[in-house]
């Protein structure tokens, strides 16, 4: 079975550029999240979908952050602009639904320079 | 308002011997506690997860202890082994499952040959 895939494996930006990470679920998957996990914390959410529809951006900073996840199946992440705080690895995780397992992808390294 | 508190937040141990992590949580109404394992470049991975009907689950040598009345749980390892050595987070959720976990920050495991 293939895992959650995503895409870049890594980023560098300047402040103010915008960035996009993509995200591909576990096939059957149904709900998929975002995570941020700055450099010695856990992941913290960002944004939950189930299928198309969103569940939870309250922890999402909407000013500059969007996510979308069109036809219910693969997800992007869009940062713009940019700030320095933002340097992190994003995190997709999926599971078959919210009171499943939650399998998580290896992440994009994002660094703001 | 951190809900799960983990200690120690690094952590070394002999080959052989017994690693102990803790959490202590707030929320009374979380009803699932996973612990995840992370190796450098990589995402979280599940490990073993336990619901607050029990008070211990063994899976090889990971067990988790749960102490529902005291607010905290624990990941022993038995028989560490350098293999081990990785980032351990423990997590909680009301959802009984993927949705809305909450993670702790991190213990940063080695275990010496």
């Known amino acids: 079975e293939a895992g959650v895939a995503q895409s870049p494996r890594y980023k560098i930006i300047e402040k103010r550029q915008s960035v996009a990470f993509w995200c591909n679920p576990i096939?059957?998957?149904?709900?998929l999240y975002w995570y941020q996990q700055i450099l010695g914390q856990g992941p913290k959410l960002l944004i939950q979908f189930q299928n198309n529809g969103v569940v939870d951006d309250s922890q999402l900073p909407k000013d500059r952050f969007s996510a979308e996840r069109l036809k219910g199946v693969d997800s992007t992440l869009k940062i713009q602009p940019a700030k320095l705080e933002d340097s992190a690895v994003y995190l997709c995780?999926?599971?078959?639904?919210?009171?499943?397992?939650?399998?998580f992808g290896s992440g994009t390294q994002l660094s703001v320079l | 308002q951190q809900q799960v508190k983990q200690s120690p937040q690094s952590l070394i141990v002999q080959k052989g011997g017994i690693s102990i992590i803790n959490c202590a949580y707030e929320n009374t109404a979380f009803d699932y506690f996973p612990w995840y394992q992370q190796f450098p470049g990589k995402g979280p991975a599940l490990l073993i997860a336990?619901?607050?009907?029990?008070s211990e689950k063994k899976e090889g040598r990971f067990t988790i202890s749960f102490n529902k009345s005291a607010k905290q749980f624990s990941l022993h390892i038995m028989d560490s082994q350098p293999g081990d050595s990785a980032t351990y987070f423990c997590?909680?959720?009301?959802?009984?499952?993927?949705?809305?976990?909450?993670f702790g920050k991190g213990t940063h495991l080695i275990i010496q040959p």
């Open positions: 995780a999926s599971s078959q639904s919210p009171t499943e397992k939650l399998f």
């Open positions: 336990i619901r607050p009907d029990v």
């Open positions: 096939s059957g998957h149904a709900t």
């Open positions: 997590a909680a959720s009301a959802g009984g499952g993927a949705d809305g976990l909450t």
